[in-house]
Structures are given as C-alpha cells and as structure tokens.
C-alpha cells in the first residue's frame, strides 16, 4: 500500500497535489502576518525636517529669467564674498536657477553620514537638467545647521524646447534628487528615555492591533511589555539583555516578530480621478439600488430673416432651439449583506455603473447607513 502510495506521489501528478498543499498550507498559516517593525517604529528615533536655500549652476539657457530678483541678488552677493564686484543689471542668470533643498535625517544617522536631498525650482526655470547645486547649509526647523548639500542633479526625464514653440517633456523636470548630497555635520539627539524602558509606536494606531503587540512580545519573552493606548507600546528590557550588544539584539528580534494587525474598515475615494479603494473588512447592509441616467440633448439652428426689397431694413439672425430629454429607465438591483467585494462589483455591473456612478453610489450607502466603513474622500 505505502508503495502504491510512493509510485502515486513520484508521479508529476503526485508532485503538483504535494506542492498546492504545501502552498495552501503556508499561505493560510502566514495570511496577514507582518512583521512589527513593518508596522511600528521604536520611539528612541527622533526624526528632523532640513530646509535650505541655494542655487544651482551649470544649466544649458534653462535656468531663472532676469525678473527673478533673488536669483540676481544671491548670485551677485556669492560673487561679491568671493571677492568680485558685479553690476546686478548687467548679470543674465539663464545659467542659474533658485532652489528650495529639503532633507530628512535622524537620531541614528551621525556626523559624516550622507543622506538624499531634494531640490524644487522656485524662480520661472524652465528645467534643471545637468544642473549643479553650489554648497548650501541645510537646517532645522530651529535654525541650527545639521546638513550641508551640494552635487549633480538628478531630475529622471528631459525637457527639449526648440525656437519655434515646440517642445517635448519627459517627466517632471523642475525637482530633482541629489543621491547622498548631503553630508550631517551636526546630528540629532534622541528623545532621554530609561535606560531599561523603550517604546514602541504603531503607525496606524489601534488598540486591537497594540494589545496583539504585546501579547506576542510577553508570549516570547514573559510579562515585559504592555499597551499604554491604541498607539504605544511600553516594552521593560530584561535584566538578562541590559547589555548594549544584548539590548540591540532584543530590539532587533523584536522587530522580526510577526503579528495580524487589525485594519479599520475604510472606503476611500479620489473624485479628481474616479478612483476607488475599498478595505477588507468593509460590509454592505441589505439594500436596493436604483441607477438611471437622464440625456437632456440641445440643438440649435440659425435662422436668418431677409428684410423687404428697398426697406432699408437690417438682416436679423436669430437661434431656433430644440431640446429633446430622454430619460433612461432606471434599473432596480437588492444588494444582500455582503462581506465579499466581488458581491458589490458584481451588483454594480448589472446595472452598468461607471466609477463616477459608483462614488455617488458608494456616498448614498454611507447616507443611508448601509456603509458599515469610514468613507473618505481625497
């Protein structure tokens, strides 16, 4: 029997049957688990926001026009520190364009590290393509300079323009990247916390998802961490890891843990393009939908009215309007509670309702309290 059972199995037939259990068997066991640190982020980070102003050099007739005051004014006091004098109405800056340079660092990026910056036109520049950026300081919301950038712009397209009007653009041309433009020259401290205390904070807070945190956490390591709100996890580290190397390895497995977070139901819409994005867990209440569309058609003709021979009278032009109204006959679908979003998409097609159709559907749901989500409009 175990032979006839063996042949059975060896056979590519045998072999495919093997494999779909072993698939099932996996995606059903790790459906939905995600890894902490995919979800959370530990509170011992402390992020900061860099802004500058500077210029960028080197662009080919492309860069700001001579009524771009600041652009003239930086570029001449760059000159004047340099130890040349100019004459601000004799300086064309179609070689140079302002810019506004962004960066984000962090607590756990030191002095000397290199980040990304980004730089954004804010003069009338046409493109910033084969653009430099000249040494700029980049600081935080507090004026303290952390960062300083420069380098070759990156902008990802083109843009050719010839003189008879005719241009072609490929991407967005007036921001740009510059990778590891920016080197720290003063880092960020992170927030003072317990030595043996460490928070974790959930990106999308929810008591649910919290509380499952936890449990995982004290199911591995004993009683060491609760909920303090839908949003914070509060972790006590072990005696036994209060070594630094031990400390970062406890966080670090930690991180690696796998949970089922619980998502709120949500409908969000975008009317500005029609799209639509519905959760898992949202639900349909019974309910009867009934979609028609009226057509109001309006045609005009020009009538014209000769006057009589030696009249001395004006011809006169007038509009003979005819509107016709064709009402289509509306169409009358019950919708059971559903759980499934193949339901709905099922019972909107019948009645042939396009995305638009179905925003106003989906807000009449909401209206009616058969929309058992948050519904949000962008």
């Keep these: 029997m175990f032979a006839s059972l063996y042949s059975r199995l060896a056979s590519p037939t045998g072999m495919i049957i093997v494999l779909y259990l072993i698939l099932t068997f996996f995606s059903v066991a790790d459906a939905g688990q995600v890894r ?29 026009g001579n009524g771009t005051q600041f652009t003239i004014q930086s570029l001449t006091n760059m000159m004047e520190r340099m130890g040349l004098t100019v004459d601000q109405k004799k300086v064309k800056v179609k070689n140079v364009a302002a810019v506004l340079i962004t960066a984000r660092i962090s607590s756990f990026q030191k002095e000397g ?7 954004s036109s804010i003069g009338d520049a046409s493109s910033l393509q084969g653009g430099t950026l000249l040494r700029t300081p980049l600081a935080d919301g507090e004026g303290m300079v952390r960062a300083m950038a420069q380098g070759p712009i990156s902008i990802g397209g083109f843009n050719v323009q010839v003189d008879d009007g005719s241009k072609i ?34 990106r999308d807070p929810d008591f649910t998802t919290a509380h499952r945190i936890a449990q995982k956490i004290n199911t591995k390591y004993g009683i060491t961490a609760y909920a303090l709100d839908g949003g914070t996890v509060r972790v ?95 169409r009358v679908v019950h919708l059971k509670r559903s759980v499934y979003l193949s339901d709905v998409a099922a019972a909107l097609n019948k009645i042939g309702a396009t995305p638009r159709d179905i925003i106003a559907i989906f807000q009449a749901f909401k209206q009616a309290g058969a929309l058992r989500s948050e519904l949000i409009i962008l």
Aim: aromatic share 4%; glycine share 8%; charged share 20%.
């Design 236 to 330: 006590n580290t072990p005696d036994s890891m209060m070594h630094p190397i031990n400390r970062t390895r406890f966080m670090s497995d930690i991180g690696q843990l796998t949970i089922v977070p619980d998502n709120t139901a949500r409908v969000v819409i975008n009317e500005k393009t029609g799209t639509i994005v519905v959760g898992q867990h949202v639900t349909i209440e019974p309910v009867a939908i009934a979609h028609g569309t009226i057509t109001v058609n309006i045609e005009s003709s020009p009538v014209i009215s000769q006057p009589q021979p030696y009249s001395y009278g004006e011809t006169v032009v007038t509009q003979d309007s005819r509107i016709s109204v064709r009402d289509e006959t509306a």
């Design 113 to 119: 590290t290199y980040v990304d910056v980004t730089v």
């Design 169 to 202: 653009i490929n991407n967005y041309t007036l921001v740009g990247r510059i990778p590891d433009g920016g080197k720290i020259v003063k880092s960020v401290e992170g927030p003072e916390e317990e030595e043996q205390v460490f928070h974790i904070s959930l």
């Design 36 to 64: 902490i640190k995919d979800i959370c982020a530990f509170q011992n980070k402390q992020e900061v926001e860099l802004i500058g102003y500077g210029l960028i050099v080197g662009l080919d007739g492309t860069g700001d």
